[in-house]
């Protein structure tokens, strides 16, 4: 059922390990994909480096155009870790340690010598933010107005992100149809365009593939509009056969 | 040696197929790790959606932060390929057809008939821009003021930074040290936080794995002043032996 209605969200990826390229960032995919499920459109990502200024300013920048913004990365207990205070720096709110975080991490270290002062850093959030479970490894994420920052690891992310879609409101569920053909894309560019032409309200991607010495295109469609999106996908299909571009609807 | 150079880049991924979660970006790491070795730090990237209004603002809001803007993105010869005419609306010049561009793209295809309206897109460029060239598949890059327009499949963008790099300018190059140990960020980051603040020139990141039941921290330590970052890569090794972390220097 259509509402019409278009929610998005923003990524801040808080990341040095991805600007320098020692790590490559799995999470903007994964991320995306789930956000997708729950008829909320990825619309931007930008990747920043551990900077507090950076981050105010990004996420000022984003906080009128987005829904929501989430971001990933910064939480743990060392010196480079400092999205919390960042965050509260934007919000202008102090930081503060959480009664909750603050029990639920010194039973998971098991003693109040075990629960250092590093450790004790994980319980801190901003003024009036909400706890983000962490099943895997205990040290919360945050959610205050518009953001939800959460771990950078992937597997901790991963088990966040399932928490935070529970707080957030879904849209219209986007679907995909995708085609492939085996012509150059410059071949079926006309074809496309006038696919997109009368179709304003379904994207239309293009997406040159080379493989085993063949070229060809996967086209992709992407739509809320469901009985669109599958009318367009037959027309192509049909346009594609009249090129002799031997189409394929591969899902 | 050190000329005292930062030179910064930005980097803007023009692609709804990451973020609709259809495609895992790996052009970042490539970029990100070839900019280094010349000297060159990526600053920040944003991952933006084929909108020529955001492609506007998006350049616009980079141009004075970044000595060099690369795209990726938004060549080919298709009706989502609109990377040219949004440059050249960032600097407010019109797009004209190259005649070095024409005539390459002319002999790639090898007639007049096979060199449909579709494939002459791709021999426009924004007015005074240089071509990029690009040995896979002919169709060039460009390069306008601070901008470097690249292709997005992998292959071809990788030929066409080769010639980038050949067209600017690199600083001091950073290099790293990574220590792994075998004890949890929280018990080390004292240790890391006295380091940080002995060390203000040198950026140490503290990056938490798992694998195989243990847990254990990779500290990664970057900088240009070489003598300084082998001068705290030994005293952190002695701090985490102390500690009783069982340091090792990996790279």
Do not use: W
């Not at 099943?135 to 690891?153: I, L, R």
């Amino acid at each position: 059922m259509s509402t019409g209605k278009t929610i998005r969200a923003g990524l801040i990826i808080i990341g040095n390990e991805i600007l320098s390229g020692r790590t490559l960032d799995k999470n903007t995919q994964y991320i995306a994909s789930k956000l997708g499920e729950h008829g909320i459109t990825l619309a931007e990502v930008r990747i920043i480096p551990d900077i507090q200024d950076k981050i105010v300013t990004t996420i000022h920048a984003l906080q009128d155009e987005m829904d929501y913004i989430l971001t990933t990365g910064g939480l743990g207990p060392t010196h480079d870790d400092i999205t919390v205070d960042c965050i509260a720096a934007a919000f202008d709110v102090p930081v503060e340690v959480n009664p909750e975080a603050f029990e639920r991490l010194l039973k998971h270290y098991g003693s109040e010598e075990e629960f250092t002062p590093a450790r004790q850093r994980m319980a801190r959030i901003p003024q009036g933010a909400a706890l983000i479970d962490n099943p895997v490894s205990t040290a919360p994420g945050f959610h205050v107005g518009k953001v939800f920052a959460m771990a950078g690891v992937p597997r901790i992310m991963q088990a966040m992100l399932d928490n935070v879609l529970t707080m957030v409101e879904g849209g219209d569920i986007k679907e995909s149809r995708t085609v492939g053909c085996a012509l150059p894309e410059s071949q079926i560019a006309e074809t496309l365009g006038d696919l997109q032409n009368a179709y304003s309200d379904i994207d239309i991607g293009s997406y040159p593939f080379f493989h085993a010495g063949n070229v060809g295109v996967s086209v992709v469609l992407r739509s809320t509009n469901i009985p669109a999106l599958d009318e367009a996908t037959a027309k192509l299909i049909t346009a594609l056969e009249t090129l002799g571009a031997q189409p394929q609807q591969i899902d």
